[in-house]
């Protein structure tokens, strides 16, 4: 185990297993209303070199890096998804419990990235479990879902954090840093030549655990 993840308490399942999130649809609620960026909000306000606009359906973000955070904030427990595409050599991220100050540490961020010069893939959680393989091909759509409840492991309150991509679930993280308590969702815009497309943008929230 590398230093990175020397505090870290991982479970990896597996890149094949069937496990999947479930969850009653009546469950989710919609964070995008697929026609507007209304009450989402780009970090540095005034990066005019940075783009993000509603197009074909989707929220879409190139130019220069920023962020752009989503209607609600101070989420703590809860399962969160979206469909999304990114660019051939493209490079972007999913965050939650992330601080809404256009940083691009400042959160917990489950990568997106299928052939961008950054080794590390989606459905990685950035800086501390990483994927090298390419679980989807750049320009196609797929689902990236999340799950962090904090709840008791062996005497410790932490995050457990599970990712899935198309409806696999990749591995469960117990994260012993506790970096991040609660926050916003938002999609990052990595570099000029990325093009990142995100829609159908949901979180369940979830009951605190003990």
């Not at 220069?64 to 209607?71: E, I, K």
């Not at 540490?105 to 080794?119: F, K, L, V, W």
């Not at 995050?159 to 696999?168: A, D, F, L, S, Y």
Request: glycine share 8%; with cysteine.
């Amino acid at each position: 185990m590398n230093r990175l993840l020397r505090n870290i308490t991982f479970a990896l399942v597996g890149l094949v297993t069937t496990g999947t999130a479930c969850a009653a649809d009546s469950e989710w609620v919609s964070l995008f209303d697929g026609e507007t960026l209304s009450g989402w909000e780009k970090l540095p306000k005034d990066k005019s070199s940075s783009h993000w606009e509603v197009k074909d359906g989707a929220l879409t973000g190139s130019g220069d890096a920023s962020m752009l955070y989503s209607p609600k904030g101070e989420y703590k427990n809860f399962r969160f998804r979206a469909e999304i595409k990114i660019n051939d050599h493209g490079n972007s991220g999913m965050y939650f419990r992330a601080k809404n100050n256009g940083s691009f540490t400042d959160g917990y961020e489950a990568q997106i990235n299928s052939t961008h010069g950054d080794p590390i893939k989606t459905g990685s959680i950035y800086t501390m479990v990483h994927i090298y393989k390419q679980l989807v091909p750049p320009d196609t759509w797929f689902t990236q879902e999340v799950e962090c409840v904090t709840k008791n492991y062996r005497g410790k309150v932490l995050p457990h954090i599970k990712v899935w991509v198309n409806g696999e679930l990749l591995y469960e993280l117990i994260e012993h840093t506790d970096a991040f308590q609660s926050g916003y969702f938002a999609f990052q815009q990595h570099d000029p030549g990325s093009v990142v497309q995100i829609r159908k943008v949901e979180v369940m929230e979830l009951p605190d655990s003990k």
